[in-house]
């Protein structure tokens, strides 16, 4: 029982699935539209139930785009295109009024392998030009966005080529005139889409569609300076020029009731337009590829993403504009060509001298320029992006410079501390020397003046020398005052250690002249001025400030050190030495008499 029920659990199952799945084609067989018109009819909407219908989609994308006069049967001949009838394709309308609104999009796609690639094509039928109550603005946006989101761009023109046919194409030429040079190139980041002239109810004699073409694309004579003719024969050369771009077809009319094309069947229309039909979609399968933008397909997710970028930005201004699409393609370059600016400029490690930064940055600027002029799309509205280019690398190097500012502060701020620092530690050194003073002068300069780099050298220069030189007041001034107790302390000392440490008193002698000519006679005969420059004074600075501080030996370091040890080895000396070889002085000064030396009977 239980296994039956599982049975029949998996076969519901299956055929759900089973159900769903052929269900789903059935729901994207029916046009969606995928651009409508706003309400003033001058712009353009996205419609979200067509674009939901090209995401599904993940192969590369060719889209085939029919555009054109209204009433010129651009609808009839999708569907004829994609072998349907009128009642299950695109809507074909037999009023005066257009029946098409914006561009829509059969659901299903004609799935091609074009080089080895499986490709998914899609047909858009959009609104015709001219029909009443439009303004022109809204026919150039709808032939903008077909012209550049189509692989194949179907000029579909009743009878023949007029005037204002030709002029009708100025907006396709100067895109193909911007993009036409990039595909030329290795890297095709964008390809202009193949122009196909679609002349249907071709009814003339004598001539070939292509040399209808080629003669409509004739420079027409303006000897009175017409600027209309002008621009019309600019149009003209540009056509000619991307002539490999570009083919002639014609189709002749299927059947005199133009009113029933949608009744009949192929056995009762004219076999040559039967045969021409077939031509067609050769033609059109042959010349299709897929949409290549930034060097890539698009599948359908990315297909909508570009789609959105392109109405954006020819619903920007007034009038739909070439120098915003440009921009939109221009907008990857333009962010590599600043990766690449801040790549370049980062390798600087802050802060650096101002005219060094200076110097990198119109290097970096000028690489990154390179890399647009070899990238960018657009010949002639490629300035703005260039000017967008420049402005946010000015930008960049605006706050790099506040940066270097920054870090030139924090850098020479803390050199200066330290200078400071080190100025105060020697204002205060137990024996005072000179050459210590001026060797920690030096090296503290000469390490502010490498290290301290960028804007704030400068400000910072001007503090440390002013601080260096209130210092090295400071410091002569003390010194010779500093020096002079010292040799005072040190004369008592010495009065101190003959006396009563090693008991030499030559040496206390000495010592008491010299604590008494510092005290007295200085004091009496010289002032502080003439004593410090005399040169009796400047032989004992020069004998004091060799035995404090030398390459080799720092007294003042070793001061304390130094004194503790030689008053260890006194009191060795004083209390052991003696013990092992006797109580023996060395002046008689201080030796006691001999017990009984004064009592001893003098002889003659």
Not at 119 to 127: M, Q
Not at 214 to 235: C, F, M, S, T, Y
Not at 419 to 441: H, I, T, Y
């Amino acid at each position: 029982m239980r296994i039956s029920i599982w049975v029949l659990s998996i076969w519901l199952s299956f055929g759900s699935f089973l159900t769903s799945g052929s269900s789903e084609p059935a729901d994207f067989r029916r046009a969606f539209p995928i651009v409508e018109p706003d309400p003033g009819h001058t712009k353009l909407n996205l419609a979200r139930e067509g674009l939901e219908a090209i995401e599904r989609i993940t192969t590369p994308i060719a889209a085939v785009a029919v555009i054109g006069p209204y009433r010129s049967g651009k609808s009839f001949l999708l569907n004829q295109l994609l072998s349907l009838q009128c009642d299950e394709g695109f809507g074909v309308g037999h009023m005066r009024d257009t029946k098409t609104k914006g561009i829509w999009v059969w659901g299903s796609p004609v799935e091609l392998v074009i080089d080895g690639t499986k490709v998914s094509v899609l047909y858009l039928d959009t609104e015709g030009f001219e029909s009443v109550g439009k303004s022109n603005v809204y026919d150039d946006r709808i032939f903008a966005l077909a012209t550049v989101m189509s692989s194949v761009l179907i000029y579909n023109l009743p009878e023949t080529i007029r005037e204002a046919d030709i002029s009708r194409l100025s907006f396709a030429v100067e895109i193909a005139e911007e993009f036409y040079g990039r595909v030329k190139g290795q890297d095709v980041a964008f390809e202009p889409a193949k122009l196909l002239w679609l002349i249907q109810r071709d009814f003339l004699q004598g001539k070939s569609v292509q040399e209808m073409v080629n003669e409509a694309l004739r420079r027409v004579p303006n000897d009175n300076g017409d600027k209309n003719i002008n621009q019309i024969n600019q149009i003209r050369e540009s056509l000619a020029i991307m002539g490999d771009n570009s083919t002639a077809f014609s189709l002749p009319q299927p059947h005199l009731q133009r009113t029933k094309l949608c009744e009949l069947k192929d056995s009762e229309l004219d076999p040559m337009y039967v045969k021409k039909r077939e031509q067609l979609k050769r033609l059109v399968a042959s010349i299709a590829r897929p949409k290549i933008v930034q060097g890539k397909h698009l599948n359908g997710k990315e297909f909508v993403s570009f789609l959105k970028q392109i109405l954006e930005a020819l619903n920007q201004g007034e009038i739909p504009s070439t120098g915003s699409l440009v921009e939109v393609f221009n907008k990857a370059i333009l962010e590599r060509c600043l990766k690449l600016y801040h790549q370049r400029m980062d390798r600087l490690g802050l802060p650096v001298p101002v005219d060094k930064l200076q110097q990198a940055h119109d290097e970096s600027k000028k690489e990154a320029r390179k890399l647009f002029d070899e990238q960018h799309f657009g010949h002639h509205h490629a300035e703005q992006s260039v000017l967008k280019l420049d402005e946010e690398m000015e930008k960049v190097y605006r706050n790099i410079l506040l940066a270097n500012e920054y870090q030139s502060s924090k850098l020479c701020e803390a050199l200066y501390t330290k200078c400071e620092d080190l100025m105060d530690q020697l204002q205060v050194l137990r024996l005072p020397s000179m050459a210590k003073f001026n060797s920690g002068f030096l090296r503290c300069n000469q390490s502010f003046e490498e290290d301290c780099v960028g804007p704030s050298k400068e400000a910072y220069e001007k503090r440390m020398m002013k601080m260096l030189g209130k210092s090295r007041s400071l410091f002569i001034k003390d010194y010779n005052n500093r020096l002079f107790n010292w040799l005072v302390a040190f004369s008592l000392v010495m009065v101190v250690v003959g006396r009563f440490i090693i008991k030499f008193i030559l040496l206390e002698i000495g010592a008491w002249m010299m604590f008494i000519f510092l005290e007295t006679y200085t004091r009496m005969f010289w002032s502080a001025e003439s004593l410090y420059y005399n040169p009796a004074w400047h032989f004992i600075v020069a004998t004091w400030e060799t035995i404090v501080y030398s390459p080799f030996l720092d007294l003042d370091r070793w001061a304390i050190p130094i004194g503790v040890l030689l008053m260890i080895l006194l009191l060795y000396w004083r209390c052991c030495e003696r013990r092992k070889h006797g109580a023996r002085s060395l002046l008689p000064l201080y030796n006691k008499p001999h017990k009984g030396g004064s009592d001893r009977p003098r002889s003659d």
